[in-house]
Structure formats: structure tokens, C-alpha cells
């Protein structure tokens, strides 16, 4: 199994990491998009209280979690006619996963794209084949990866292309995972689910939602995905079977964040206004930003390769991602995360204009 994965492409980016360690002013790392504004206390007080956890929990989902999860997607998501629900422990397990546990052969993943598409079909040992945004000349397979707001670009769905990738899937009788992780994060774009473009058929499509961005708790592995009452119970068969369980208090705080709208209004506007201060700045700095309207990062270019831009960046103690951790058409981009805080992201401001 080993042997068929790559190396780990964050061990690249390591040197850059310490030559940005070794500015004076310290590093400023827009590297990883990992949260780093507080878990909300009404989050964190409901994972306290359900610390006295001596059972299993269900695989399944507490029922009021699976209530709060189904009320999410009518009210949130606009998933109408039948479909079910599930607890995931992270997203990136599902993703790594889910092409395993449904005996994908043959997998489609977005030319430029989170990499754990292609690890999950790696693992799996299905064939991975990266394909442009527009359905219309796909060509079949057991199973296609669909992620708007996009990591890394920020780009977003158009409703026609939405419905281009279903009818592909109806086509094909071919099962179409869409990644919506970011789906809060707009900026100046307008996201939608694809359980809103179903016309409530939902037989084969399943969207994939996560709470690490949404209620900043990554640390708590706390995912969900909802579709195709058939399909997720296959999935849930799977994870019973192999003690894929997301913990009692885990649930519990997963229950709470989904009752609550507020705190991811401030988390998004927190991003905007981040995403806002340092756009300028990179322009300024010769990059131009491409896509970028909704989600968590800033996908530019100065026309160079990657490597390039990320050692500028380095130089001035700012890290970036270059965009060829993502496939060959990112080679020439960088990604900027804006899970930084707002001191962090104004010295890069700085740094950059100087
Ligand atoms: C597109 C996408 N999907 C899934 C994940 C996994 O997130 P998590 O495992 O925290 O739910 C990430 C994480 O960065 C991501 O960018």
C-alpha cells in the first residue's frame, strides 16, 4: 500500500518553511489552512459537558445529531426529497476512504484539486483521472470528486456547470461526491449545494460537509455527509463494521455548532476582511490573483514557477503553498491561506510592501 502513494508533498515545502523561520520579524505561515480563531465557548462547553463518555457512541449518529445535520441541509443546503445523513470523523478520512468502501474503479478528480482525491482512489487502487471543470466530455467512471468553493483556487460553480456534472452522473450511472467544505466562505461569489440542483433525486449524489473551517474545530475531526439514502448506508455499514465512530462529545459539539448561524457569519467575515488587506498587497507586489471569490485562500501568480514565488515569499518570512502540491496546472501558482491572525496578515502587509 505504501508504495502506491506519494511522498508526502508538505515534506517539500519544509525548507522554505525554515528560511522563513530565520526572518527577523519571525514566520508568518499562510501555508496550511488550518483555523486558528478560538472554537466558539457554546462549542467548546458542550464537548466539556459530554466528557463523562463511558459508552460507545453509534457510528450512526446520536438522533439528535442526525436531526441537526437533516435540519442543516433543508434549511442550509436546500436538499429536498429523500436522503440521509452520517457522521464522519474529518473530512479528510472520508475523502481518503469513501472510493475504498464503494469499489471505485475509476475515479474523477478536478485537474487542480485537493490531494486527497487522488490518494482516496491510490488507496483504493482505482485508476485517478484529472479532468476539466465542464462535464459535458467526461468520460464515464464509478465515481467523480466535484469541490466548489474550490481548495485551492477559490473558484465556484456556475449553476450550468452544477447540472452539466448531474447529467453526467445520470449518464454515466456514476456516483458524484461533491466536496463542500467551504461552502460558508463566500466572499464575492454565491455558492450552492448540489442537493439545491437535484430536483429531489438524490440517487447517487452525496455532498460532503465539515465543520474544521465552518465552527473552527478542525481539532475535533467533526464531518458529515448527506445524499443518497443508499449510498450512506453502504458507507455506514462499512464504518460499523470498522470502528469508524466519531466520539460522544464530538457529536455533542457537532449538535450545537449546526443550531447556530452567528458565529459563522463572524468566521467568515473575519476571512473576508483578511482576504480583502492582503489581495492588494500581493498585487502590489506584482501577483495576480486568480478565482479567489469564495472559500478560505488566495490562488496568484507572478507568471514564474511556483518554487519561485514561494521563495520570494519565504525570503520576507511569509510561507505559501505552491500551487503544484494541487496538479501540473497549478505549477505556476501559489496558494495563500487566510488562517492567519489579523496582526499576522497586517506584517505580511508590511513585508510585502517593502
Ligand atoms: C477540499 C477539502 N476537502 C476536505 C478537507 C478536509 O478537511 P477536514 O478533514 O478537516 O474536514 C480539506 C482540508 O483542508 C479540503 O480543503
Redesign the pocket.
Known sequence: MRTRLPDFPWDALAPFGEIARAHSGGIIDLSQ?TPIDPTPDFIQKAFQEASNSPSYPLTAGTPELRTAIKKWATDRLGATGDFDVLPVI??????AWLPTILESKKVLIPKI??P?YHVGALIAGAQSIPVEIDATHWPTADLAWL?SP??PTGRVHSLTEAQQVIAWARRADAILVS?E??LEFDHSATSFSILSQTSADNRNILA?H????RSSM?GY???FIVGDSALVAQVREFRKHAGMMVSLPVQKAMTVALGDDVHVAAQRARYNTRRDVLRPALEGAGFRVEFSNSG?YLWCTRDEDAWTSVEWLAQRGILATPGSFYGQDGARFIRLAMTATDAHISEAVERLKA
Open positions: 489552512g474529518g473530512s479528510k478520512e472520508l475523502v484539486a485537493y486527497t469541490n474550490s481548495n466536496d467544505c467551504y460532503v465539515s465543520l474544521s473551517k478542525a475531526r467533526a464531518a478560505l
